[in-house]
């Protein structure tokens, strides 16, 4: 369900309608918007009664949310959600020193339509040595978000499986020394805190997409969530992976289409392309698209992280390492430093038509 408000509602008359709702034993969500308030209801097993809110002053209308999801849907939130990110604000600097490329403390990557966000990296942090510079070389060209897994999930239990804390630490270095935002997978709740703390998106894994405690847990974070989708979940399944997050009270969810499970073999896994019209449909978050887990192989990511933006995607992640050839994961889907310099540059010029600004 979802109260809308008359545009001159006053702040009293919204504190009342969320006390309404609360004592009705539901959870309220204001949605404040450009014109007005709307309060999003979330907590209902069957249909609310909806008249008891409906006669109070200051409401307009009551609307029912049909959808299984309601916060990440476009009826409860018509308008597109942007996700802000500020790597350097409320930071002390941890004793690392100060920031060389850093760029000012107040300078914001705003994620959502209109605008193209690179992140980009490793698939692992290896070495402090590697890892800074691949954010000297992002920033250097104008990326300012950096992926790399410091716990990994892999396959096999004999692969390498991460840094650990000891990752997070070169990733809070890295951070400090060029101000770049720092991208970062969280496996399980034990190391919430931890992740929470030197992340500054947090990513779910496709493997760990329907795993309700860990989203259960990310949504008490301040941190926006990179979610990724499962392999094999389908778009409904994926938006109530994020209405987990969202009802927990952390609105600041990226969806990130990775590749599905499909018949064929010419490719990792198949990137759906096709989900991104649907998603912006029925939902107002923002999707970024990987077409590095989605191919599998670095010689087809360009085409497909074109058609990605072409396909209306806010931006992409992309694997890039400095030495692909002796990455400790996923070496064969990353690009070179020069391999994702060319494609930054394409990218760029397919922007400029479809009225994105890299960010
Ligand atoms: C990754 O980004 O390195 C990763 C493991 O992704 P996914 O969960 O999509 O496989
Ligand atoms: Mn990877």
């Known amino acids: 369900m979802l109260v809308v408000m008359q545009s001159h509602a006053t702040p009293a008359q919204i504190s009342v309608v969320l006390q309404a709702i609360r004592d009705l034993k539901l959870t309220p969500h204001p949605l404040p918007g450009a014109t007005r308030t709307a309060i999003g209801i979330t907590g209902n097993v069957g249909a609310v ?34 996700v802000k990110i500020n790597p350097l604000a409320g930071r002390a600097s941890d004793g690392l020193g100060s920031p060389s490329l850093a760029r000012p403390a107040n300078s914001e990557t705003v994620i959502g339509p209109g605008t193209l966000t690179m992140i980009a990296g490793p698939c692992s942090v290896e070495t402090e040595t590697m890892i800074l510079r691949t954010a000297e ?9 950096m992926r790399a897994g410091a716990f990994k999930p892999r396959t096999s239990p004999y692969s390498f499986q991460g840094m650990g804390l000891e990752g997070l630490k070169i990733l809070e270095k890295a951070r400090q020394k060029t101000g770049i935002g720092i991208v970062t ?27 309700f405690s860990l989203l259960k847990r990310v949504s008490l974070t301040r941190k926006p969530v990179l979610l990724k989708r499962g392999m ?26 990775r590749g599905i499970r499909s018949f064929s073999d ?40 074109l058609a990605s933006l072409a396909a209306g995607a806010d931006g992409l992640l992309i694997e890039a390492h400095p030495d692909p050839d002796h990455a400790a994961s996923d070496g064969a889907q990353s690009l070179s430093f020069e391999g994702f310099k060319k494609l930054l540059e394409s990218l760029k010029r397919l922007a400029e038509p479809l009225g994105k600004r890299l960010n």
């Open 49 to 82: 009664d909806s008249r008891t809110l409906e006669v109070l002053p200051g409401v307009s209308e009551l609307i029912r949310v049909t959808k299984p999801f309601k916060l990440a849907s476009r009826e409860m939130h018509e308008a597109d959600t942007y």
């Open 137 to 145: 070389f992002l920033m250097e060209n104008g990326v300012r978000l």
């Open 232 to 257: 094999s979940a389908t778009l409904e399944e994926w938006l109530m992976a994020a209405e987990y997050v969202m009802a927990g009270g952390n609105y600041n969810v990226i969806l990130c289409e």
């Open 266 to 305: 010419h490719s990792r896994n198949t990137l759906d392309l096709s989900v991104i019209p649907p998603a912006k449909k029925l939902s107002h978050l923002p999707i970024m698209v990987d077409p590095s887990h989605g191919t599998g192989k670095r010689d087809y990511v360009p085409a497909m992280a």
């Open 185 to 211: 997978e969280l496996m399980d709740t034990e190391h919430a805190d931890a992740v929470e703390h030197s992340a500054d998106i947090i990513q779910i894994g496709t493997r760990n997409m329907q795993n």
